[in-house]
């Protein structure tokens, strides 16, 4: 089946267009593998109970923000002097940029694009560390650290799990990250994939970023949650930086459905649970079925998302364009990633259902491209008739 998807909504920006967006041209009821979210968490229970209360989150006021994070810091354990709650994480990560990064910052490349964006458009000079194809993405720390200071770079910045490839380095390798650049200005740790981490128990450094001078940790209930739309993001630091962006940040930043959730969490903590591993699993099953493409290359993840590399010189973007079209499947392709190609594609996690629909997708694009290919190829004249 074919949708009218204009395809111009993908140069627009640098981020792919909102579901919303795709579903206003006509693209149908989209199977989402772009948007990371966590399908397994809100509940049907829970997504019926919200939507009892759906009137009154509209039409009243939230809390301020210090009686909704007083809530949050009982649920998940933390000092209410140590974090900032805001309007989802890209609005933390911009007052950081105004607040803490004084002329330079060093970021690995790829990565998720707000961090090299926003101190690009506040005219500071952004050290871009690439992260090499060859070691399959993979960070090493003492390189990092070389680079931070023959750069110069008075603030750093690593994402654990990175985004796109879901790459994770240990815990004990973050804390020597820490130790190693205890005297810039700030050191940030954006963390909004690591609830989805399985290969260490407890990979969250948000504990040592509380004592620590220079130290600030990121977090994403919305990417944890599956509730993007809720906008909703802390961050964990020691109580002297958290206090300044609490004061900096306006005092009805966080909305009344974000605080409706935070209530709800407390009650819900063993199904969040559960949908994390079924996440795993199904992360781990559609690894197993995208290996079996011909001419695919998947990187190994611990986050809710797969990075995949398309052989055989097909062009992401032609993929992304049929699998939409042909299959209303949505994928990300990562050409304008700073450090990638549109030979790139990232894939979220979903239930091995909707995986099926994707590669038969992925398997229709290929037959398709080999069927034009033939053809064109049989259509060239051959050389007995050039030499008549």
């Known amino acids: 089946m074919r949708h009218g998807v204009d395809s111009g909504l993908f140069q627009q920006t640098a981020h792919s267009p909102s579901y919303f967006e795709l579903s206003r041209t ?43 994070a007083q809530q949050l810091c009982t649920v998940l354990g933390l000092n209410p002097a140590t974090i900032a709650m805001s309007n989802g994480s890209t609005e933390l990560i911009t007052w950081m940029d105004h607040l803490w990064i004084r002329e330079s910052v ?65 815990r004990r390798e ?3 990250l820490m130790d190693e650049l205890a005297d810039l200005d700030l050191v940030v740790v954006d963390e909004s994939f690591v609830d989805f981490v399985e290969v260490e128990r407890n990979p969250s450094v948000a504990a040592e970023a509380s004592i620590r001078p220079n ?9 944890n949650f599956g509730l993007h739309g809720v906008r909703f993001g802390y961050l964990v630091a020691n109580p002297g930086l958290a206090g300044k962006m609490r004061r900096t940040l306006p005092k009805w930043n966080v909305n009344s459905l974000a605080e409706t959730v935070v209530f709800m969490l407390a009650e819900h903590e063993a199904e969040y649970a559960e949908s994390l591993r079924l996440l795993s699993r199904d992360r781990y099953r559609m690894g197993v079925e995208l290996s079996r493409v011909p001419d695919l290359t998947v990187y190994s993840s611990q986050a809710n998302f797969l990075l995949v590399k398309l052989g055989g010189g097909v062009d992401g973007r032609e993929l992304r364009d049929h699998l939409l079209s042909r299959h209303q499947v949505f994928i990300r392709e990562c050409g304008d990633k700073l450090g990638m190609s549109s030979r790139f594609a990232r894939l979220v996690v979903r239930p091995e259902h909707d995986v099926d629909r994707l590669v038969e997708g992925i398997r229709d694009f290929t037959r398709s491209r080999w069927t034009t290919d033939h053809a064109s190829r049989s259509s060239e004249p051959s050389l007995l008739m050039h030499s008549a």
């Open 106 to 170: 060093a970021v690995p490349i790829p990565t998720f694009g707000r961090w090299t964006d926003q101190p690009m458009e506040s005219d500071k000079r952004v050290g871009m560390f690439p992260l090499r194809e060859s070691d399959n993405f993979e960070l090493d720390v003492d390189e990092y650290v070389e680079f931070i200071r023959a750069r110069g770079s008075r603030a750093a910045v690593i994402c654990n799990p990175n985004n796109p490839d879901g790459g994770y380095l240990p």
């Open 215 to 223: 130290v600030v940790v990121l977090k994403s209930l919305g990417k």
């Open 26 to 68: 006509g693209a149908g009821e989209l199977v989402d593998f772009c948007i990371p979210c966590n399908p397994y968490f809100p509940t049907p229970q829970m997504f019926e109970e919200l939507s009892k209360n759906l009137e009154a989150v509209l039409k009243f006021y939230p809390s301020d923000a210090s009686k909704i």
């Open 174 to 176: 973050i804390v020597r």
